[in-house]
């Protein structure tokens, strides 16, 4: 998907249209899902956390963000990976 249609659908997504959830959250999941692969690698052996746990809880925290005002996909992504090294230290 082009980044523009990306930055778009981060937009109606801030302001409430859910619908743009459900279309990017398929489009993002590759992304997500590599970001927290390579944030797992740098745990510690035995670390119980899984990447695709890590990609949910990562989720909930960003659709239960009161405040969403996505400027574009950079922006989304940079703070999903906030969001995952939040979540790794706690």
Do not use: C
Request: no cysteine; proline share 2%; glycine share 6%.
């Amino acid at each position: 998907m082009e980044t523009s249609s990306l930055s778009h659908l981060l937009r109606r997504w801030s302001e409430g249209d859910s619908g743009a959830l459900e279309q990017l959250m398929p489009l993002v999941y590759g992304q997500l899902r590599r970001m927290a692969k390579r944030y797992m690698r740098q745990q510690p052996s035995g670390h119980t956390l899984q990447a695709t746990a890590l990609i949910h809880e990562a989720y909930l925290r960003l659709v239960g963000q009161e405040e969403k005002r996505w400027e574009n996909r950079v922006h989304f992504f940079g703070v999903a990976a906030q969001a995952m090294r939040h979540i790794l230290v706690d």
